[in-house]
């Protein structure tokens, strides 16, 4: 699944691309809005929330959509054709008076709201990490109040910070120094959470900078050298050289998602001492 700094970046592609203008034609290819028609609305700004999508439209309309696994945004230039092998995938089509056509591909939600009720499908998100609204504050308060929580599934939790992901969350672990399942209140929160900020901050940056700094931990912007835990099982750790451990995701169980660590650098208790 997309991380809340990936989604970021859809948002500001689709911001970039569309906004200002105004769409000629539309095609929902979800039955509840099969029939919904936007054309003739100007496009007023696409924004991210956590890993949620708002393209909003004049007339009190907002887009919803979410990527989950694999859901894609791709906006194509006048004259240019979306790939046969793709059509199937469209969920949504939006034709702009320039020519343009954005494509929503393997969508798994797609939702029409009002505007003014945006709060109905991320309200009960927390504090968005990449949000002019961040509250470090809040988002502490929000993860102290479930104290025997595991680490590394109190901040998956959307409702406690909006943006982190399965990688982000492994990551923060291994550069507290905590292993993924000691419990949240044995970690001082206030640190790890300005850390968080800091990191997807820096990851967004090299949008506006053009650097390459999508998601490097490390520094080390190398293949295989840009995550110290991450998609690294099996490989010696960067810091110390143990080799780093992983365990799978249990299908339909948020709490226990594919954790990886390393024993030493990050002390604390494993998966087999766990409730």
Known sequence: MPEGDSVWRVARRLDARLSGLTLSASDFRVPQHATADLSGRRVLD??????????????????????????????????????????????????????????????????????????????????????????????????????????????????????????????????????????????DLPPLVDLAHRLLRFSVSGALTGRRTAQVTTGDPRPGRDHWVAGRAGRPCLRCGTVVRVVAEVPGDAERRRTWWCPRCQPGPSPGNVP
């Open 46 to 187: 696409t924004v991210s929330r956590g890993k949620h999508l708002l393209t909003r439209v004049a007339g009190d309309v907002t887009l919803h959509t979410h990527l989950r696994m694999d859901g894609e945004w791709t906006v194509l230039r006048p004259g240019k054709h979306l790939p046969a092998r793709l059509r199937p995938d469209v969920r949504v089509r939006l034709d702009t008076s320039d020519g343009q056509t954005a494509y929503a591909l393997r969508m798994p939600v797609v939702e029409l709201v009002r505007t003014s009720r945006e709060h109905e499908v991320v309200g009960h998100l927390g504090p968005d990490l990449l949000g002019e609204d961040w509250d470090a504050a809040e988002a502490v308060r929000r993860l102290s109040a479930d104290p025997d929580r595991p680490l590394a599934a109190a901040l998956l939790d959307q409702r406690n910070l909006a943006g982190i992901g399965n990688l982000w969350a492994n990551e923060l672990c291994f550069l507290r120094g905590r292993s993924p399942w000691t419990p949240v209140r044995d970690v």
